[in-house]
């Protein structure tokens, strides 16, 4: 994410710099140069997602199965707002903005629905599109945004209603909290992981007990004797959970570099015995 944010915020090229470089106070320079970018990427994405989320306020969503919202909304970062929203509510999601006389916007999508064939099936109306399955960038006049949206929902209505349902996938059942370091190590041998090779998710149902693991209480982390959990954003289960019979939860082991060496587990999903989402 780092070496990405510069081109994201300023088109600044910087990052390839790093790699170029030979003396070791250049190099702690440009570093820092890129932790500044990344958070100002970080806080642009979370302005446009917060500004997007107030937009859907008023759209009808239960009866919808696409999302296509215009805004002002950074060029550079339109893919990662596309992609949380479209994990958020999944359905395909296009984010656009104004660039001239255009809409400049980038697409994503879910399981079952290829985004790529979306456009094409509305490609007399588009300046220029490309991409696959998952993922798609579009130009379009702005006179055409209107029709983008009525056409696009009716191909998803072709789709059985299952389709907006998301599945979660496990490849390992555990009993109890494994090792996560010996568990990250024999799950490395599968690797490279990416599109068609998911990393593998592990699921474990038990009784836990959360604690958080921010000063913000935004996220929250479950302590165990073989490895740490994390949930990002996950102060939303901590009531239910501290007086729930159980839980289900599906994670990833991760090696955490971040000052020393440690070895964890990112939660992906949870599903505590009796929560009722908002």
């Known amino acids: 994410p780092r070496l990405n944010a510069p081109a994201r915020v300023d088109g600044n090229t910087y990052a390839y710099t790093l790699f170029n470089v030979t003396a070791e106070e250049d190099a702690e320079k440009i570093c820092a140069a890129l932790d500044s970018a990344n958070a100002e990427r970080q806080n642009n994405v979370k302005h446009c997602y917060e500004n997007a989320l107030q937009e859907l306020a008023s759209y009808k969503l239960y009866s919808k199965r696409t999302i296509i919202i215009k805004g002002r909304y950074d060029l550079g970062i339109l893919g990662l707002v596309a992609q949380k929203l479209s994990v958020a509510f999944y359905r395909p999601v296009i984010v656009l903005a104004e660039d001239g006389e255009y809409l400049k916007g980038s697409g994503r999508s879910i399981e079952g629905i290829n985004i790529h064939d979306m456009l094409t099936s509305v490609s007399d109306i588009l300046e220029s599109y490309g ?95 073989t490895a740490k959990l994390k949930l990002w954003n996950g102060a939303v289960y901590k009531s239910t959970l501290d007086n729930s019979a159980g839980a289900a939860i599906l994670m990833e082991a991760e090696k955490n570099m971040f000052k020393d060496i440690s070895y964890e587990y990112t939660v992906k999903h949870i599903e505590p015995e009796g929560f009722v989402p908002d």
């Open 131 to 225: 991409g696959h399955a998952k993922a798609a960038g579009l130009t379009l006049k702005k006179d055409n945004f209107r029709e983008l949206s009525s056409r696009m929902e009716s191909y998803a209505e072709k789709f059985p209603a299952e389709t907006f349902i998301p599945e979660y996938r496990f490849d390992i059942e555990a009993s109890d909290i494994p090792d996560a370091k010996r568990i990250y190590s024999e799950l490395e041998k599968l690797a490279p992981f990416g599109m068609g090779n998911p990393k593998p998710n592990i699921m474990v149902n038990g009784k836990f007990r959360p604690e958080y693991l921010s000063a913000d209480r935004k996220h929250i982390c479950f302590p165990n004797k």
